[in-house]
């Protein structure tokens, strides 16, 4: 196993713009939400910003922008209360996590239902602004959302099986504007499914050690001293769907030029990575909001 030197980890700090400006009652659901931690929201928004130019063939309609844009907060928001439900007597013992919500004590677990039973609600009414194929893809979706935060304890894959959840409006846009789910919508998706596993992968290695000793399971923990290679080898497969998938939905020749400088950052982030360094894990991270962003440029460049 890796040694980690291992700094403070924990992703929720006191005094910070929660504490200082919410109301007391308010901010263990802020937490809850993720909302004081918002990179989850975009590395979810900004691949189907991308589906919906990619499918629109340019500029999407800004009403779909608007309920895509709410949807994938709202999912975001309750995939991470479900999250925190499932994992509350594990979270107190990892590093990052001890003093989310559930895991310190600050809400009780009926509380954390209600909580998601509201935004379930809340992006539940959001379907009505859609077509009846696009609420069948949508509903497809609640399965992996209820079963991610239970795969950690019976299989190595959990990053997989979040991606799939996470990129799923990717789907539901092109079945919205497309009327159906062509192969490049599919190839996308697999390609950001594999870029998840890549991410997820750098940011499972500033768990690798407290999870090893909860017995959960993780790809850092398979990839183990072989992480740079595998992680490596999923963002060259993303590159190379998202490449095959704007060909298929008739992207031009620019499309290829944002393709290769998407390579470029992602094997910079592969090239910085240092294992026994967790806090370098958590940056590279962060830094695929840049290649979210990317993604969405390079379709939409890609359109003209």
């Not at 200082?20 to 004081?36: E, N, S």
């Not at 608007?66 to 007597?89: E, H, K």
Request: proline letters at 5%; aromatic letters at 12%; charged letters at 15%.
């Amino acid at each position: 196993m890796i040694a980690l030197n291992r700094p403070d980890l924990s992703d929720i700090h006191a005094g910070d713009w929660v504490d200082r400006r919410l109301p007391v009652a308010w901010r263990p659901f802020t937490r809850l939400a993720r909302l004081d931690r918002p990179v989850g929201i975009w590395l979810t928004l900004l691949p189907c910003w991308a589906a919906l130019i990619q499918a629109s063939h340019g500029w999407p309609d800004i009403r779909l922008l608007l309920v895509f844009s709410l949807g994938a907060l709202l999912m975001r928001s309750a995939g991470s209360t479900i999250n925190d439900i499932a994992d509350r007597n594990f979270d107190g013992h990892v590093e990052r996590t001890r003093f989310r919500p559930l895991a310190s004590g600050q809400i009780g677990v009926p509380q954390a239902f209600v909580f998601l039973a509201v935004e379930l609600a809340l992006a539940a009414m959001l379907l009505i602004f859609l077509t009846p194929f696009t609420r069948l893809i949508a509903i497809g979706v609640l399965p992996l959302v209820l079963i991610y935060p239970f795969c950690k304890r019976f299989t190595h894959w959990p990053q997989a099986m979040l991606g799939a959840a996470f990129n799923w409006g990717m789907l539901m846009a092109w079945a919205e504007i497309a009327g159906h789910v062509p192969a490049a919508a599919v190839l996308m998706w697999i390609g950001a499914i594999a870029w998840q596993i890549g991410y997820d992968t750098v940011y499972a290695y500033v768990d690798v050690r407290d999870d090893t000793s909860l017995g959960l399971k993780s790809t850092a923990i398979l990839f183990g001293p072989h992480g740079k290679a595998c992680i490596g080898l999923f963002y060259a497969l993303t590159v190379g769907a998202w490449t095959i998938g704007g060909w298929l939905s008739g992207m031009s020749i620019a499309y290829g030029a944002g393709m290769l400088v998407i390579a470029g950052h992602l094997a910079w982030q592969t090239w910085r990575l240092d294992l026994a360094r967790p806090e370098l894990s958590y940056r590279l991270f962060l830094s695929n909001i840049l290649t979210g962003a990317l993604l969405a440029i390079t379709t939409l460049i890609g359109t003209w």
